[in-house]
């Protein structure tokens, strides 16, 4: 069966990794991360939704093991290449699995580190959720950690966009408690919105929210890119702006995505 994703895998680089948008966000989650990755240790990290596999290449320059899924066989043939062109096929397996079948990835040791960047697990449902939180703590380790990107049900950048276009339906869609047809780069993919707050309860008490943090509040939303490629200057101002923020956690819940730490409970 084709995967929502597989028609855009070719393009999702450049509309969402190499775009100024793109690699802004992504910036602001690699400072958080780095705040937990130890030097001299190599973790073991789970990756849910790896898309094109910009995330796992990361991990692994820095020396990490990283076992990256994703549900798209297209993206996980775009990371493969991205893989083998960095020479970390043996720091990097990829593995066709939807998030939820997560559990079948566990193999040996626990894990230190589950990760899912830029909104995979808005591809569930808040009752997918729920299911996935048990097979979630057994993958990782006491102490381990859960770090997910995912989008609140609030975006004040996306909800003043449309507005000024009389767009009301759009101007409050993430307000909606069912799934929302979401148009990202041709492809659409039935997504729900989730707040950090309800987030939180979906994962129940094996999981402890250690870290809530805005990723892109100033920084608008990635379809906007034509509009910001048109004014560097004030990019590079909104974007300094994010970083100075990104610590201001009650801001997690009117920005584009929110980055959320979840500690394993023993």
Known sequence: MQHGFDTIANSYDALFTRSRIGSAQRDLVRRYLRTLLPEGMRLNILEIACGTGEDAVWFARKGHAVTATD????????????????GLRTLVQLRLLRAEEII???????YDLLFSNFGGLNCLSPSALGRLAPDLRTLLKPGGRLVVVVMPRFCAWETLYFLLKGDLAN???RRSSGA???NLGGAHVATW????????????????LAECRP???????????PFI??????FRALAALDR???????????????LLDFEANP
Request: glycine fraction near 6%; aromatic fraction near 8%; charge should be positive.
């Open 171 to 173: 101007a409050f869609r």
């Open 71 to 86: 549900a798209s066989q297209p993206m996980l043939d775009a990371a493969s290449a991205k893989v083998a062109a960095e």
């Open 215 to 225: 990723v892109g509040l100033s920084i608008p939303p990635s379809y906007l890119e």
């Open 229 to 234: 490629a048109a004014r560097p200057r004030a």
């Open 180 to 182: 929302v047809r979401a």
């Open 104 to 110: 079948a990835a566990r193999a040996g040791e626990p």
């Open 244 to 258: 100075g923020l990104s610590g201001w956690t009650f801001l997690a819940s009117a920005a584009d995505h929110a």
């Open 193 to 208: 919105y989730h707040s950090p707050r309800s987030l939180a309860k979906l994962l129940g008490p094996s999981f402890r």
